[in-house]
């Protein structure tokens, strides 16, 4: 008779990493690509972000640019956000409609930054469905499989 519950001897199990993690190579050249015009911040992104785009084949010398301006408008964001939590993101204006509530000017640029970061996180592949877009996969067709109805 078996024994059921939970498998106490893991000694034949081998364990599997849950993400594929970049190389030194991979390092390296993210590294020889990086700008030197970065900001600390901006730089901290590339480097974060550089050797798994290497290894992905979606940073190249063709694509630096780009790339570096998403680190630029990563940081641009969190910055943005952060003065806006620590102040207020709106402000009421008196008139003769009464009192309205405005949204703070940063938040309009806050926005703007906001669409260029997803639009950039789609060309490099950086959500999930945008990584399968890259990679051919599609979701499917509501209609998959009734062609020979």
């Not at 480097?47 to 063709?62: F, W, Y």
């Amino acid at each position: 008779m078996s024994k059921t519950g939970p498998k106490t001897d893991l000694t034949n199990v081998e364990a599997l990493p849950l993400h594929d993690e970049p190389q030194a190579a991979h390092v390296a050249k993210s590294d020889a690509l990086r700008p030197d015009d970065l900001c600390p911040q901006s730089r901290g992104y590339w480097d974060r972000l550089g050797p798994h785009l290497v290894m992905a084949g979606r940073l190249r010398p063709l694509f630096v640019d780009a790339f570096s301006e998403y680190c630029r408008i990563s940081t641009r964001l969190v910055n943005a956000r952060k003065i806006l939590d620590e102040g207020e993101w709106t402000y009421v204006v008196k008139g003769r409609n009464g009192e309205q509530r405005k949204s703070h000017p940063s938040v309009a640029q806050l926005n703007d930054d906001w669409r260029k970061w997803k639009s950039l996180t789609g060309d490099f592949g950086l959500t999930p469905y945008a990584e399968r877009t890259l990679k051919g996969e599609s979701q499917g067709d509501l209609f998959d499989g009734f062609e020979d109805l």
